[in-house]
């Protein structure tokens, strides 16, 4: 019985460490990066359309170098505009998005990736590229 604790401690705690941290709240994602002192990483994506978006998410977002640096350094935010019924956001979150794209995202870009300080202010912003994690969170630090 305590092995099986111990098992399922560790993969709970194994998952926790390897999760995403997408906040859906985007002024609550800028008082964290202002409490943290942490600069935000907001994603423009189709996440169900968007070929290049669906790479990004894949090859980079999702591979543990990303996540475990972007934990520690970053607070991100994802403003998806997915397009099959049964992936749609409630009114709330597409409305937000919605604002987001208005003043982020006028041309609507897909991807479109900006790093913004804590207040909300775009230091700069780049999109897919076919490159290695490591590689994609060096351009993000240097943008």
């Not at 972007?70 to 597409?94: C, G, I, M, T």
Request: hydrophobic fraction near 40%.
């Amino acid at each position: 019985m305590k092995k099986q604790f111990l098992f399922f401690a560790f993969l709970i705690a194994s998952l926790t460490l390897s999760a995403q941290n997408w906040k859906t709240n985007f002024e609550e994602a800028k008082l964290e990066a202002q409490k943290d002192n942490k600069h935000i990483v907001l994603v423009f994506a189709g996440s169900d359309w968007c070929t290049s978006c669906i790479k990004l998410d894949q090859s980079i977002f999702k591979s543990k170098e990303f996540i475990e640096y972007a934990n520690e350094n970053w607070v991100l935010y994802k403003a998806d505009f997915p397009r099959k019924k049964k992936h749609q956001l409630s009114k709330e979150l597409a409305a937000q998005n919605s604002a987001l794209a208005e003043k982020y995202n006028s041309y609507g870009y897909f991807p479109l990736v900006l790093v913004l300080d804590a207040k909300g202010n775009e230091i700069g912003k780049t999109s897919y590229k076919n490159i290695s994690p490591k590689a994609y969170i060096e351009e993000l630090k240097n943008l």
